[in-house]
């Protein structure tokens, strides 16, 4: 939508068309006159769009058959909005919409107005380059109106992630150590309890929360406190949150609630 946009400010009336209400499509059958890869285009987006029309004409009856049938044979299933932007989204899978885009640039004065943003000599050619990368990709997984039986919905790729995570061995060195505080069987005093909660609730910071976003996170990071003690491995962390920067580092023996009688 946003390509079409820059495509129809200031467009020529010549160039859109008289009678046409597609201004774009005018815009890349006049394209496609003298350019081939357009051309091409053209010549997809006609049979894409004779696919659609003859979808419309068959009977209800004939879908499901349809659906069972080999992937060539069986007409596209799109949106209501992949069909009103037919043209640019057919240029952009056939990876040749820069091209198209950059010819028009390089002849804008055919098809724009002086003051249309094609006809920029700055804007012009950084829209073009802007869609290398868009070209570039493979859109193979394309959102249809059957999505829904081949696409896992988000709880379900967050619960495989979680069952996946729990089979992790936690002796890996990749791997942080098991988050969560054992419970003392002492006498459980006041000051215990709070220095459990208080240990309890920086571990649980660790994780992704709401008001901060885990940029980094390592385990096994050896941090020497003086020059007479052992280095101490740990779990260092980088989070962020709405203004600042915070750089955590937790001793592997408070992660795993095992610090004991140590200061």
Known sequence: GVVEGCLLHMLKRRAAG???????????????????????????????????ESRKNQPNGQEPLKRQ?????????????????????????????????QYIVDNCSKYYEKEALMADPVCGPILASLLVGPCALEYTKLKTADHYWTDPSADELVQRHRIHGAHGRQDSPSKRPALGIRKRHSSGSAAEDRFAASAREYVESLHQNSQTHLLYGKNNVLVQPKDDLEAIPGYLSLHQSADSLTLKWTPNQLMNGTLGDSE
Request: charged letters at 25%; hydrophobic letters at 45%; one cysteine or more.
């Open 18 to 52: 008289f009678l046409r209400t597609d201004k774009v499509a005018a815009l890349f059958t006049k394209v496609g006159k003298t350019y081939t890869i357009a051309g091409d285009v053209c010549k997809k987006v006609q049979e894409l769009q004779q696919q659609l």
């Open 69 to 101: 049938g080999s992937a060539t044979s069986k007409p596209p299933v799109l949106t209501p909005q992949a069909v009103k932007h037919i043209w640019v989204r057919t240029a952009l899978i056939e990876k040749v919409l820069d091209k198209i885009v």
